[in-house]
């Protein structure tokens, strides 16, 4: 069965980096249909769509955070990561690492899977 | 501000049947049947209720149901049940290759 979690620091400076690895155990990241991705939420608002990267490492990044992010993957530890510079508190969100369906060449069809999410306050 | 418009909010007695509806434009909804809704409860990640416009996964009730006209999608939950009070968004592909959301409707059941 597979289960996705999100770890990393709860508590991020103003202008400096925003870090988070999702877990993958019940499944391989080397998978073709899939893509792995992340959403943010901050509280009290609607989902907002961050980015996706594809088992060959194809990224696909929501425009308007796509100067300040990277996303990566590590077969051989089966997780994928986030990075987002230079945060403000605009950045603060429960932030969910997912599993998309899809296909090559960045046709994500719909967030299959879910992690339970993880509360990033940026505050100095 | 969010790309795809949904109301903000629905109330509907148990029994009765409500649609929620999200309005995009032609160059996502209107383009591509890749819509899908979710249900979110408070303090618990969203779930896949619909997918490909019209499809359940797995164990959802067939009370959920989709549906689609030009550049408006459309969730329709029948005999809506206590438990189904929850938010509820939809998301649709774009051409720039990412799943955009709605912002949420809350329903609430009476």
């Known amino acids: 069965q597979l289960q996705l979690q999100e770890s990393g620091p709860g508590l991020v400076k103003p202008s400096e980096t925003l870090s988070l690895t999702c877990i993958v155990s019940g499944a391989s990241i080397r998978t073709s249909s899939y893509y792995w991705g992340w959403v943010r939420q901050p509280p009290g608002k609607g989902l907002e769509s961050i980015g996706s990267?594809?088992?060959?490492?194809?990224?696909y990044y929501n425009p308007s955070l796509k100067s300040r992010l990277n996303i990566s993957l590590d077969s051989s530890k089966n997780h994928f990561s986030l990075r987002l510079t230079s945060v403000t508190a605009a950045d603060t969100a429960i932030y969910y690492c997912?599993?998309?369906?899809?296909?090559?060449?960045?046709?994500?069809?719909?967030?299959?899977?879910w992690g339970q999410g993880t509360l990033v306050t940026v505050s100095s | 501000q969010s790309a795809l418009t949904q109301p903000a909010s629905v109330s509907a007695s148990p029994g009765q049947s409500i649609t929620i509806s999200c309005t995009g434009t032609?160059?996502?909804?209107?383009?591509?049947?890749?819509v899908s809704w979710y249900q979110q409860h408070p303090g618990t990640a969203p779930k896949l209720m619909i997918y490909?416009?019209?499809f359940r996964p797995s164990g959802v009730s067939d009370r959920f149901s989709g549906s689609k006209s030009v550049n408006t999608a459309s969730l329709t939950i029948s005999a809506v049940q206590p438990e189904d009070e929850a938010d509820y968004y939809c998301?649709?592909?774009?051409?720039?290759?990412?799943?955009?959301f709605g912002g949420g409707t809350r329903l609430t059941v009476l």
């Open positions: 990267i594809y088992y060959s490492g194809d990224t």
């Open positions: 997912a599993r998309l369906r899809g296909s090559y060449g960045g046709m994500t069809y719909y967030f299959e899977s």
């Open positions: 490909d416009l019209r």
């Open positions: 032609s160059s996502d909804i209107g383009s591509y049947n890749y």
């Open positions: 998301s649709s592909f774009t051409k720039n290759s990412i799943l955009v």
